[in-house]
Nanobody
Framework: QVQLVESGGGLVQPGGSLRLSCAYS????????MGWYRQAPGKQRELVAS???????GYSDSVKGRFTISRDGAENTVYLQMNSLKPEDTAVYYC???????????WGQGTQVTVSS
């Protein structure tokens, strides 16, 4: 079982920045993917950024060039640096770990990000 705890959400003006953190209890498998999803009201949850155990990163077109995912293995934390935020980035952001070999997902509780003037 993997436990995930997000932090760092809040209210920010358009053009501003936020950094989300996700502390995870442990990763014991070699092949996993960590990701950040978001869900806006009335919309489906979408994957915005991911990083594999090998360090390969991926981004949705909507955040490419503005968001950066990174991982600190020593601190058991994954980050999402969000720059040049737009009102359409407003959503609840969820940290996720996918155990690739067995296809099991683990989720954090979510953190609200609101971009508004």
């Amino acid at each position: 079982q993997v436990q995930l705890v997000e932090s760092g959400g809040g209210l920010v003006q358009p053009g501003g920045s936020l950094r989300l953190s996700c502390a995870y209890s442990r990763i014991i498998v070699n092949f996993y993917r960590m990701g950040w999803y978001r869900q806006a009201p009335g919309k489906q949850r979408e994957l915005v950024a991911s990083i594999t155990s090998g360090g390969t990163t991926g981004y949705s077109d909507s955040v490419k060039g503005r968001f950066t995912i990174s991982r600190d293995g020593a601190e058991n934390t994954v980050y999402l640096q969000m720059n040049s935020l737009k009102p359409e980035d407003t959503a609840v952001y969820y940290c996720n770990v996918l155990n690739i070999p067995i296809g099991v997902n683990y989720w954090g509780q979510g953190t609200q990000v609101t971009v508004s003037s």
